[in-house]
């Protein structure tokens, strides 16, 4: 399906230069001089590559509509990730760098859906917030004002988070995957 390159939204995947990008960021740009552009951050599902790209409203980009299957997270094992099919349970086993930072958070048992462009594995999408308790926090400096002051504490996982000062080492939280903040304490 063409769109017009001024219709890109964030999430969009596209074809562009012979590559299967999606959208990361877009900026509407109108100079005082010229036409409106859409500045468009790019990162190509393959490879990872990342690249930015102005497209103009006469300009066309092909848009890519890509499978989606529910697969569930079994294990990891050096490099690589295993996963399984909840339809026929067949595994299949990917590199964890197609995950890239939100590798970290992967549960065992964890639902995770699959994208797939013509029946091949291009990016694995997560549960925006998961659940993970922390295993050390930095104490609180004495004289800090509670609502603009984070701390930072590591989770079980080995990732690094900023949390407000009332949390402590033991505490379960709810973290943003992508983002990599914290969100709330858990229930």
Do not use: C
């Amino acid at each position: 399906m063409k769109i017009s390159g001024v219709d890109i939204r964030p999430g969009n995947i596209i074809e562009y230069e012979g590559g299967i990008w999606r959208a990361v960021k877009i900026q509407h740009t109108q100079p005082g001089k010229g036409g409106a552009y859409m500045q468009v951050e790019m990162k190509n599902l393959i490879d990872g590559r990342k690249t930015n790209v102005r497209f103009r409203s006469a300009e066309t980009v092909e848009r890519v509509r890509l499978d989606t299957k529910d697969f569930q997270f079994l294990f990891k094992d050096g490099d690589m990730l295993t996963f399984m099919d909840k339809d026929n349970y067949e595994q299949i086993s990917l590199p964890a760098d197609l995950l890239g930072d939100a590798a970290a958070f992967l549960q065992d048992g964890m639902d995770v859906v699959m994208e797939l462009h013509e029946e091949k594995p291009i990016s694995v999408q997560l549960p925006d917030t998961v659940e993970a308790t922390i295993v050390e926090a930095d104490a609180v400096v004495k004289g800090q004002t509670a609502s603009s002051s984070y701390k930072p504490a590591m989770l079980d996982n080995g990732v690094r988070v900023m949390v407000p000062p009332h949390i402590g080492a033991g505490t379960r939280i709810v973290v943003d995957v992508y983002e990599q903040t914290y969100v709330r304490r858990a229930d």
